[in-house]
């Protein structure tokens, strides 16, 4: 597999720090920014995965709560 090139403006603070971890860790800015884009998408995924496995669950509306918690007395 072949890398891809793209060009990306960095908030010029953000490019400096990038760059200094980059240099902290011996890696390119574009391993940075790869792992970065990669954790995200990682979480992602996870999030998804468990929005999945909640589908079946039942809908509850927040005002519909609201009425019961004052209905019991809890507020």
């Known amino acids: 597999m072949s ?3 793209s060009t990306i403006y960095f908030d010029p603070d953000l490019h400096r720090a990038v760059r ?3 240099a902290a860790m011996d890696l390119s800015v574009s391993d940075v ?4 884009v990669r954790r995200s998408l ?8 468990a929005f ?6 039942p809908v ?12 019991r007395g809890k507020l």
């Not at 999945?52 to 669950?57: A, F, I, L, M």
């Not at 509850?60 to 209905?71: A, H, I, P, T, Y």
């Open 3 to 5: 890398n891809k090139r």
């Open 20 to 22: 200094l971890k980059a």
């Open 33 to 36: 920014v790869n792992e970065a």
């Open 42 to 49: 990682a979480e992602d995924a996870d999030d998804l995965e």
């Open 52 to 57: 999945e496995k909640r589908s079946r669950e």
């Open 60 to 71: 509850l509306l927040f005002e519909d709560v609201v009425r019961s918690m004052k209905r």
